[in-house]
């Protein structure tokens, strides 16, 4: 074996000539083949460096396995009945590049990986065919190659098994090594096939791409994505169903015929019967490949039995469809029975009827839902719904008349060997017999439905330990939602009672209008508890995960130690657990066991400890969070100095040392003790750098913030308002950069700093100011700078302290050799390359400035096009780093981010002094368009491809990595060293530190983010096993991720939330995950209202398209019932509570209207809408908000204390979260509930800035009137019909509490909203020209608006124009509560239930006078007006004409009919039914539906401006709305008294000045220092002069004379 080692070199070259040789065969790009073999070799390496022996084989055995898994079972499963050729093992190495090689140019498609592993089998036969040759040569006796140069590859990465051939000859005489470097010559190409092109991107990959492109997008420049089309476009996972079935895999790869290529497509039949299928064709495996040129991709979705477009998968899971429901309706309907008083045995056999009635609806739905269900199966299915499902109806059927002896009971005699029988069905007799059915169809209900023709062969298996902890948890979950449920419940067996005994008679009424009278009261009384009890899971289930989070997080992060730690008491036990625990040096004996830290630890362990704690010192230091004297205080001396004793901090010496020793700074506090809490981690792994996997780490960036340039910090007319904030926010650490930059006066060096500081050049202090705010926002800046140095140091640090023989150049090769970042920019050819109108210099010049700095870490990969010479275009994918070369001359950047000017002049002028872009080191053609999703998963598809590691690290554009937590970092990485049933963990998650909460909204969005990184995960990990992938600082194991598909998702309409699949199929394809807590990044959130909420709008749509997604379908089907209900109920049925508690709350409030109206003629009614009101939604409310706050409460508690618990609480009910989280809680209702009803969902861009300027009405008015305004209004309405019930207090502070949420929390968290009357006044004239504009975009008109909402449903299916809605059951209640007061067959009685049509009628004239003329078209302004007259008109009318108490349920009826009818117009203006013919009636629904929303949208506008005017009207109400955004605790300690001198110290100092009138049209940074910058930065800490109107190029704050900026209380000095 030694003498087959290859060194490194050696390795390098041999994969060189493998990749090189496949590539001269398959047409490989030169580029992707020089990509792959780095990657290939960097993989090779990583592999080795865990072989103890150091055996490259094995190493590449074990990498094989690993990678080429899925591929064996697909070859298994499809290729071999599909081609009959079973896997026989070949050269490791061949295998590993021909993968490699085909992933590296799939582009796109390498979202389908099955249709990878249909081109990887294809091309590894044709690769063996003339192997195979040259083996039956050398049995004959011929020389060369012998049988045992192809060994085998052991499925699972284990050894090679001893085995020999028919012949007798050993298949492990070579190793595979020797076989790779011994392997024939390729075979050649055949050109018998016709005319065709050899590169296999152009060849295969482009025709398949354009089917796929063309099925999902319209042709265009770009592209549009087809929404709303049906039938439904197919996506990756119709092609993966395709590519794994290989019966229909045989059908649909047809081949084209002349004719076809011509471009002939008439007689579609006639070619169809022409063509021929690939498989038949090809007499061979081997002669497959070469048939691919000539397939026809788009035939497959010419015939509806083979498209993979033609199958719609049902809602969320379909295992829980009608699990969820039946159960519910079941326990509720239980409850209600043993409440009330008189129960007899037909109430009780009532239950037997839910579970056919649910079945009826689940098999309906799935009936509709599943169009390319097979005719024979879709009877079978109604055969079995009829006759089996539908037997307990029958069987109740028979004891109800029984009961109420409609019939009587069939009695028999006879005789048998002479004894006499008397036989007689009883009652009793027919109740056993409804009971054993009815308990069978609830059984077969609840069996798990295995039956999917369109599943995969991967399932999720979950371990028995892991099962028994998740149904543990599930059990106390349920029975105390069971207790709570029960309990509640009382109340509506209470109110049934009561409306029985007064309407108990009218079911025997010969009226035909008291029976519906009966059941429209016993449905207002157990719909809205009905769903009250449904949505009470989830919210149990919240409370239950922050209890044993709390606990099992106690364990974790070490007890009581942690909890001491926050105070600095007993960090004297962190050196000896640093050292042992998480550097791991090597043990060595002891001098003594017992005494201080310093005399117990070895002089080794000493050293390093010294070193590594100074190291993290200086980083605090050099991110100016420590003072020199604190860092002084801070540092320990040398380990000679600290073996005695001497020079040891304070906060490392004392045993009970308090809050003193720590450092004043917040952020260096925090990071002090984050790093003692991870140490105390109980379970940390054994790590060593030099074994650690090679780590990718993989950043995103679009449009981001790259790095702040001058024009960000100053303008001509003095300071910029970002820099302000940032300075006041920041006093401190401000202070900390003018020392280190020797400006003050005030610390220790005096008079030398202020001389050092007149040295300092400008362009330096320039930069520096530049990369300091950068630093302290969310910018690329901050997350390139956190990864590169604390990695790098990290890594440094510990490699040195594990292996002291290593030099400094081996130290760095070892450390970049692990370590590896790619940046996904997708835009830096369009914004560096000057010859492009998209050109931008700022951009530019800060990611030049980031590759010079950072350029041995970082490479940047983004995407290219060009317009070849037949006028296509082509996409690239183009890899760059510091050492490309530029496409031309560039100047010396290292000041240039700092003094680029944003004015077009200027960059015309860079442009003429040569800035440039660099020459990509690869650039790989795509297959085409590579924008399929909503952009972020693209981008990392595009750029994986250029990760050299095997894990990968998914980082987004806005975080930060610390060096105190990359100590860690190959403790991490060696997680995936840990097998479960042979697979390594898929994805590894982490915590992170929010970092943005500024503001009140970012401090209450980095709270709920807090509060999921932490409780949540730590629970979902561990006992639920329901953790997914959420993005940020996730691990991944990339050679799982490629055989799923990467690393998310990018379907536009089904994947907006892209990250969560690489969860999802994972799981599904029997993969796990891990989550720990001693590794940690930074992560900043939106910090502004709009922002905040749009993110969770993404989310909410994003979790919408996912019930729609085969994902959850399977998921459904495959995994164990308790783990089920923990993905269920942590995600997509989050967002379905959401609406259900939304629903109830309305329901609740229709309740209250209905009864009140009720009362006019019965008073008795007004007893059980009380008490059913008045004890359950109160508790209901309660139970929303303790499960709301309570993760984050209990997370507090654990990590900071029972002090800061009491803190944090308080500041939540100051802060009004409940407001907050109500408001959120109908935004997610709502966006979850359009997207499963419509479809559309689209990403938001949010944006991550300071949130600080004042939102105007009309927009605020767009954002949330159709979510949040429309229904407030509505649910006060319905509360203002009901006043007269007397519902309790409790009840009615709820109410309105929602009501006030749903209504002022946009303007309450709103800046500056109620700073002046005249503002409010200015936004109501601009909502007026809203509302009357009829041209220009949404935000400036609103007839825009209103057709583009009721345009986005066209994606709803005809089913929900004629299943019953709500507002259909509503309409429906208060038209039957009309005939309690009308009497029946009474003309009042019709003419009540007539709905208002005259305006409905009016709307004819205008829509005939549009279609006649477009010109002739009436403003819908005008309409409203006329709406208005005629249905006042018309409901005057009817007020006039009928009695005094039937007025107000006529008018309840009325709008509710309106209401109805509006979304039927809605519905049929948008469908737009029967094309041209009924062009009339369309015009009709959508003119009148916008005049009857435009009077609506008025009145509502009206109503929130005259509210907001005389808030603004209140003395004083400015100012306590300013304290209340912005206050904070303040963030400065002593240190920040002096920072107003030293700002000013610093700032004198030979500041850069501003470019002037003249000095803009020049070239370059002007070297004239005047004093106009001078004066300009002097003004920084105290102006208060009439700067209100200046406003920064990117960052607008809000300035007030009175009061400081956001987080601060203080005003400024006058």
């Known amino acids: 074996m030694e003498d087959q080692m290859l060194d490194p070199t050696e390795r390098r070259n041999l994969v060189a000539k493998v990749c090189q040789e496949l590539g001269a065969v398959f047409g490989f790009q030169a580029d992707s083949i020089r990509s792959q073999t780095e990657h290939i070799v960097a993989l090779w390496e990583s592999f080795l460096s865990r072989q103890k022996e150091g055996d490259p084989e094995a190493a590449l055995r074990s990498l094989a396995g690993q990678l080429l898994r899925t591929q064996r079972a697909w070859y298994k499963g499809v290729w071999e009945p599909l081609t009959g050729q079973v896997w026989e093992d070949f050269s490791i190495l061949h295998d590993v590049s021909l993968y490699w090689l085909i992933w590296g140019e799939l582009g796109n498609v390498r979202y389908c990986p099955e249709i990878g592993c249909y081109l990887f089998a294809a091309a590894r036969a044709y690769w063996m065919s003339p192997v195979q040759e040259a083996r039956q040569c050398q049995v004959q006796g011929s020389s060369g190659i012998s049988r045992g140069s192809l060994s085998i590859l052991d499925p699972v990465g284990g050894p090679p098994t001893p085995s020999t051939t028919a012949n007798g000859l050993s298949e492990n005489l070579r190793t595979p090594l020797a076989a790779s470097m011994s392997a024939p010559a390729p075979p050649s190409i055949p050109r018998g096939l016709g005319k065709w092109d050899v590169s296999f991107v152009r060849g295969i990959l482009k025709p398949l791409f354009e089917v796929m492109l063309t099925e999902t997008f319209k042709p265009g420049e770009p592209p549009t994505f087809k929404f709303g089309k049906h039938p439904a476009p197919a996506a990756h996972d119709d092609w993966n169903e395709v590519f794994w079935d290989p019966v229909r895999l045989s059908r649909v790869l047809l081949l084209k015929t002349e004719d076809h290529e011509r471009g002939s497509r008439f007689s579609f039949s006639f070619f169809q019967s022409a063509r021929k299928q690939l498989h038949k064709v090809a007499r061979s495996p081997d002669q497959v490949w070469p048939h691919l040129f000539h397939v026809d991709w788009a035939a497959q979705f010419e015939t509806s039995q083979v498209a993979p477009g033609g199958t719609q998968p049902l809602p969320v899971a379909r295992r829980l469809l009608p699990h969820l429901p039946l159960a519910h309706s079941l326990s509720f309907l239980a409850m209600i029975l043993v409440w009330t008083s008189k129960t007899d045995t037909v109430q009780w056999c009532s239950l037997g009827l839910v579970a056919p009635f649910w079945m009826w609806i689940y098999s309906i739905g799935f009936q509709a839902l599943t169009p390319a269900l097979a005719p024979r199966s879709r009877v079978k299915k109604l055969v079995k719904l009829i006759c089996f499902d539908s037997s307990p109806v029958l069987t109740f059927f028979l004891v109800y008349g029984s009961v109420e002896k409609w019939w009587k009971l069939p009695t028999s005699d006879f005789s048998l060997l002479g004894l006499n029988f008397h036989l007689e069905v009883s009652v009793e007799s027919l109740v056993l017999i409804h009971i054993i059915v009815s308990a069978l169809t609830f059984l077969t209900t609840l069996r798990a439905r295995r039956q999917n023709l369109y599943r995969w062969r991967f399932f999720p298996v979950m371990g028995n330990s892991w099962m028994a902890t998740s149904s543990i948890f599930w059990i106390i979950v349920m029975a105390a939602k069971v207790g709570l449920d029960f309990l509640v419940t009382q109340y509506v067996g209470w109110a049934l009672d009561h409306l029985w005994l007064l309407e108990g008679d009218y079911l025997t009424d010969p009226s035909w209008y008291k029976v519906p009278l009966f059941f429209a009261h016993f449905l207002l009384l157990t719909g809205a508890p009905a769903l009250c009890l449904f949505g009470s899971l989830p919210l149990v289930s919240n409370v239950a995960i922050s209890i044993v989070g709390f606990l099992r997080g106690l364990f974790i992060l070490g007890g009581l130690r942690s909890l001491c730690h926050r105070w600095g008491i007993g960090m004297s036990g962190l050196p000896l657990r640093l050292m042992t625990n998480v550097c791991q040096l ?117 449009s981001e913030t790259i790095m702040f340039t001058r024009d960000d910090l100053i303008t001509r007319n003095g300071s910029t308002e970002m820099i302000r904030f940032l300075v006041q926010y920041y006093k401190d650490e401000f202070s900390n950069v003018a020392e280190r930059l020797g400006a003050r006066g005030s610390r220790g060096q005096g008079e030398h700093d202020l001389e050092r500081a007149r040295t300092v050049d400008s362009t330096d202090l320039e930069e520096t100011l530049c990369k300091w705010a950068s630093l302290r926002m969310q910018t690329l800046y901050r997350t390139i700078e956190g990864i590169c140095n604390a990695y790098k140091q990290a890594l440094h640090t510990v490699a040195k302290l594990q292996d002291a023989s290593l030099s400094a150049n081996e130290l760095d090769e070892v450390c970049r050799g692990k370590v590896t970042i790619v940046v996904a920019m997708q835009r830096y050819a369009l914004f560096a390359d000057p010859t492009k109108s998209t050109f931008n210099i700022q951009e530019a010049a800060a990611t030049e400035a980031m590759l010079q700095e950072f350029g041995k870490w970082i490479s940047i990969a983004y995407i290219d096009e060009e317009v070849d010479e037949d006028g296509v275009k082509r996409f690239f994918s183009c890899l760059i780093d510091a050492e490309c070369g530029y496409t031309r001359p560039i100047f010396n950047s290292r000041s240039s981010a700092a003094s680029a000017s944003s004015s077009a002049a200027a960059a015309g002028k860079a442009v003429a002094a040569g800035l440039a872009m660099r020459k990509p080191k690869y650039r790989i053609e795509l297959p085409g368009f590579p924008l399929l999703g909503h952009g972020k998963s693209d981008n990392q598809n595009c750029a994986v491809i250029y990760t050299r590691g095997e894990i990968l690290q998914m980082i987004d554009s806005n975080q930060e990595a610390y060096y105190e937590s990359a100590l860690f970092l190959p403790l991490a990485l060696q997680e995936f060293g840990e097998f479960r049933n042979g697979r390594r963990p898929g994805i590894l998650g982490f915590r992170e530190h929010i970092f943005s909460d500024i503001g009140l909204v970012g401090r209450l969005a980095a709270d709920s983010e807090f509060a999921f990184g932490t409780m949540l995960q730590r629970t979902m990990d561990w006992p639920l096993q329901a953790r997914l992938h959420y993005g940020h600082p996730d691990m991944m194991d990339k050679l799982q991720m490629v055989q799923q598909g990467g690393v998310s998702k990018a379907t536009r309409g089904l994947n907006l939330s892209e990250d969560i699949f690489a969860g999802m199929d994972l799981t599904l394809r029997g993969g796990w995950t891990k989550y720990k807590e001693y590794f940690h990044v930074g992560k900043g959130r939106d910090m502004g209202f709009i922002s905040v909420l749009g993110f969770h709008a993404k989310v909410s749509m994003g979790n919408g398209e996912q019930a729609l997604t085969r994902q959850w379908m399977r998921l459904g089907l495959s995994l164990p019932l308790p783990r089920l209900l923990g993905m269920f109920y942590l995600h997509t049925g989050f967002y379905l509570n959401q609406c259900l508690m939304n629903w109830a709350a309305k329901g609740f409030a229709f309740m209250v209207a209905c009864f009140g109206l009720a009362t006019i003629g019965n008073e008795a009614l007004a007893k059980p809408a009380e008490v059913v009101a008045s004890n359950y939604f109160g508790i209901l409310y309660l139970l929303f908000t303790v499960a709301a706050m309570g993760p984050l409460l209990c997370e507090v508690l654990l990590e900071q204390g029972f002090r800061a618990f009491l803190m944090n609480f308080a500041n939540h009910l100051a802060s009004l979260s409940p407001v907050f989280a109500a408001f959120q809680s109908k935004l997610l209702a709502f966006y979850f509930e359009n997207t499963v009803y419509y479809g559309g969902a689209s990403y938001i861009g949010t944006g991550r800035g ?365």
């Open 1250 to 1614: 300071l949130a600080t300027q004042r939102e105007a009405l009309v927009k605020l008015f767009r954002m949330f009137a159709p979510s949040h305004f429309n229904d407030a209004f509505e649910v006060s309405l319905f509360l203002f019909m009901g006043r007269m019930l007397g519902c309790g207090a409790f009840f009615w502070t709820c109410m309105c509490l929602a009501i006030f949420s749903w209504t002022m929390a946009p303007f309450l968290y709103n800046p500056r909203q109620y700073d002046s009357p005249l503002l409010v006044l200015k936004d109501f004239g601009q909502y007026m020209k809203w509302l009357i504009s009829t041209e220009g975009s949404e935000d400036k008109s609103w007839e825009v608006w209103a057709r583009k909402l009721q345009d986005v449903k066209k994606g709803s299916s005809v089913l929900w124009l004629f299943l019953p809605s709500r507002r259909f059951l509503c309409a429906l209640c208060t038209g039957i509560l009309i005939t309690q007061v009308l009497p029946s067959g009474s003309t009042a009685l019709y003419r009540a239930l007539t709905p208002p049509i005259w305006m409905l009628l009016f709307c004819l004239i205008p829509a005939i006078l549009e279609i006649y003329n477009q010109n002739l078209r009436v403003h819908t302004r005008w309409l409203a007006l006329v709406a208005v007259a005629l249905t006042s008109a018309e409901l005057i009318r009817q007020c006039v004409l009928e009695e005094a108490r039937a007025r107000p349920a006529m008018l309840l009826y009325k709008y509710m009919a309106v209401r109805c009818m509006l979304d039927w117009a809605d519905w049929v203006a948008a469908h737009e039914l029967f094309g041209c013919g009924c062009q009339i009636a369309h015009v009709t629904c959508r003119t009148w539906a916008f005049s009857m929303r435009w009077v609506r949208d008025f009145s509502v506008g009206v109503i929130l401006f005259l509210v907001m005017f005389l808030i603004s009207g209140i003395p004083g109400v400015h100012w306590l709305h300013e304290w209340f955004l912005h206050r904070a605790q303040p963030r400065e300690g002593d240190s920040v008294k002096a920072s107003d001198a030293a700002f000013e110290a610093l700032m004198k100092q030979a500041p850069p000045t501003l470019p002037t009138e003249a000095a803009a049209g020049e070239v370059g940074v002007p070297s004239n220092r005047t004093s106009n910058f001078n004066s300009s930065w002097r003004a920084l800490p105290n102006s208060q002069g009439d700067w209100l109107e200046r406003r920064c190029l990117q960052v607008q704050v809000p300035y007030n004379k009175r009061w400081m900026l956001p987080q601060l209380r203080l005003p400024l000095n006058d």
């Open 586 to 702: 090597p043990a060595e004996p002891r001098a003594q066991w017992m005494g201080r830290w310093w005399t117990r630890m070895t002089d080794r362990e000493l050293a390093g400890f010294v070193d590594v704690w100074n190291t993290f010192m200086a980083e605090l230091r050099r991110k100016d969070l420590l003072s020199d004297d604190e860092l002084r205080s801070l540092q320990c001396d040398d380990a000679e100095s600290v073996r005695q004793g001497l020079g040891i901090p304070k906060l490392l010496n004392m045993v009970n040392t308090f809050q003193a020793a720590l450092p004043l700074n917040t952020e260096a506090r925090r990071r002090i003790l984050t790093l003692a809490r991870a140490a105390n981690t109980t379970t940390l792994p054994d790590g060593q750098v030099k074994t650690m996997p090679h780590l990718s780490v993989l950043i995103p960036h679009y």
